[in-house]
């Protein structure tokens, strides 16, 4: 009975993860840490401690990195604060109109919240491109990843 509630359990970790990997609420490579930490403890030596390690690695480098990236890029193109805040913004109401909205939202909200801070369109376009680049590498980064987690918890289980 325990085994079968673990495998249940890792499994929807590992389905949670994925979703968190595009959903900004839920933190997705943690979670499907954790689901691949249920699946290790299973015991059946699927999962090795080398693997282990590594995914650990990998969860802190991906989700440091998702923190980083947005405002390292976003300052880069020469936005402000208001537009990291704008491209979140955008992120969550475009949860609303997916999935275009979850591509668009966070460009639109970068592009207004710079715009309001700077008043200057062109500056504006330039920092919501590179939110929005930022949107993608760290979106696309956080769903290799808990992908690759979810693919090594299926193969532990089955």
């Keep these: 009975m325990l085994f079968y509630l673990l495998v249940s359990l890792?499994?929807?970790?590992a389905l949670i993860g994925v979703i968190g990997?595009?959903?900004?609420?839920?933190?997705?490579?943690?979670?499907?840490f954790a689901s691949l930490l249920v699946a290790y403890f299973l015991g059946n030596g699927a999962i090795s401690d080398e693997?282990?390690?590594?995914?650990?690695?990998?969860?802190v480098a991906v989700t440091a990195f998702?923190?980083?990236?947005p405002v390292w890029l976003t300052k880069l193109g020469g936005g402000s604060k208001y537009a990291v805040w704008g491209?979140?913004?955008?992120?969550?109401?475009?949860?609303?109109?997916?999935?275009?909205?979850?591509?668009?939202?966070?460009?639109?909200?970068?592009?207004?919240?710079e715009v309001l801070h700077s008043q200057r369109v062109g500056q504006a376009f330039r920092v919501a491109f590179w939110s929005f680049v930022?949107?993608?590498l760290t979106t696309g980064l956080?769903?290799?990843?808990?992908?690759?987690?979810?693919?090594?918890v299926v193969f532990a289980i089955f």
Excluded: E
């Excluded at 693997?51 to 969860?59: E, G, Q």
């Design 142 to 152: 956080k769903l290799v990843l808990s992908v690759v987690m979810m693919a090594q």
């Design 66 to 69: 998702d923190y980083i990236a």
């Design 51 to 59: 693997t282990l390690a590594i995914m650990f690695i990998l969860t």
């Design 10 to 13: 890792a499994l929807v970790l």
């Design 134 to 136: 930022a949107f993608l």
């Design 87 to 113: 491209s979140t913004a955008g992120l969550i109401i475009g949860l609303f109109f997916m999935p275009v909205g979850l591509l668009v939202g966070p460009l639109v909200g970068a592009f207004v919240g």
């Design 21 to 32: 990997a595009i959903v900004p609420a839920l933190p997705g490579p943690p979670v499907s």
